[in-house]
């Protein structure tokens, strides 16, 4: 028998009104007021189907599981009434208790397997070690829901709470510094990436070896992806047609070369330069001067025209 299951003993099945059960480990579950909507609708057409699990916490029933039959039951606001079993738990197993009654049916999330990780080692004083006999899991997934709240930024904490992020993305996004997390989001969304190009993004920033490299591949993540691969790659975005992903090959090597020119041109290269090189070169950069102005000039009456 586990330190959890000795912890816990059934009291009693009693009937409690809405108002008569706190929420104080709420903050350990995802509110999902859509599923709370379906609970309601069918509290009101079956009634309830099985009761709540609560505990006793300072003389106040705190729910354990059953917030979205909770939730439900305060949307009708019909003086409704709800079955809860009792369990005489203390603190820290009432925690357990909670990932454990939802851990079969995998009705929790990897952040409301984090956030109740978190606050049995920070708050509760837990080992690691002693979590993991706990929640009768291995000490390197104890590690692994831990590093979802302490290494993640605010933002990407409150996306993967609402859905916009993955566990998984999220794991991979925890390399970063949160500075870097925060930078890499909006490319999420706005390049549509993969997990699996998520995760050589992260490995490209955390191996840049300048700041112009990072803006690189934040920037252009999937030339970034695809110059890292070699040519091997297919540098295909898969959102498009295969017209579109010939020019987008031909943007990807031309925005490659540019970066890589600009460099060039901004740095301390060129000073390298003979005045022979400088005499030969000339006419080659009059005329990327009147071509890139004349290309970035139609570009942006394309950009114009696509929004």
């Avoid at 049995?120 to 929640?135: I, M, N, P, T, W």
Wanted: glycine share 6%; net charge neutral; with cysteine.
């Amino acid at each position: 028998m586990s330190s959890s299951e000795a912890s816990v003993r059934d009291i009693a099945l009693v009937e409690l009104a809405v108002e008569e059960i706190g929420s104080h480990y709420g903050r350990f579950r995802l509110h999902t007021p859509e599923a709370e909507r379906v609970m309601s609708r069918s509290l009101r057409r079956y009634g309830q189907l099985s009761p709540v699990v609560v505990c006793v916490r300072e003389g106040q029933y705190e729910l354990i599981d059953g917030f979205k039959r909770l939730g439900a039951a305060r949307q009708l606001d019909d003086g409704l009434r709800l079955a809860a079993r009792v369990m005489e738990v203390d603190d820290k197993a009432a925690k357990a208790a909670m990932y454990g009654l939802n851990r079969l049916g995998g009705r929790i999330s990897e952040l409301e397997e984090a956030w109740i990780v978190y606050a049995l080692v920070r708050e509760d004083g837990v080992s690691q070690v002693e979590v993991a006999e706990l929640l009768g899991r291995h000490k390197t997934w104890v590690c692994r829901r831990l590093a979802l709240v302490e290494k993640l930024s605010e933002e990407a904490k409150e996306e993967l709470r609402v859905g916009l992020l993955s566990p998984t993305a999220a794991r991979h996004l925890s390399r970063l510094p949160q500075g870097n997390q925060n930078e890499v989001l909006p490319v999420i969304r706005r390049e549509g990436l993969t997990v699996h190009e998520l995760e050589g993004v992260v490995n490209l920033l955390a191996g840049a070896a300048s700041s112009e490299q990072k803006r690189y591949v934040v920037e252009f993540p999937r030339e970034a992806l695809a110059q890292a691969l070699g040519p091997q790659s297919s540098a295909r975005d898969p959102r498009l047609s295969p017209a579109a992903n010939q020019l987008w090959r031909r943007l990807s090597a031309l925005l490659t070369m540019l970066s890589r020119l600009e460099e060039f041109l901004s740095s301390q290269g060129r000073a390298g330069l003979t005045p022979r090189d400088r005499e030969i070169l000339a006419p080659r950069f009059e005329r990327l001067s009147r071509d890139a102005s004349s290309v970035a000039a139609l570009s942006r009456d394309l950009v114009a025209e696509l929004r």
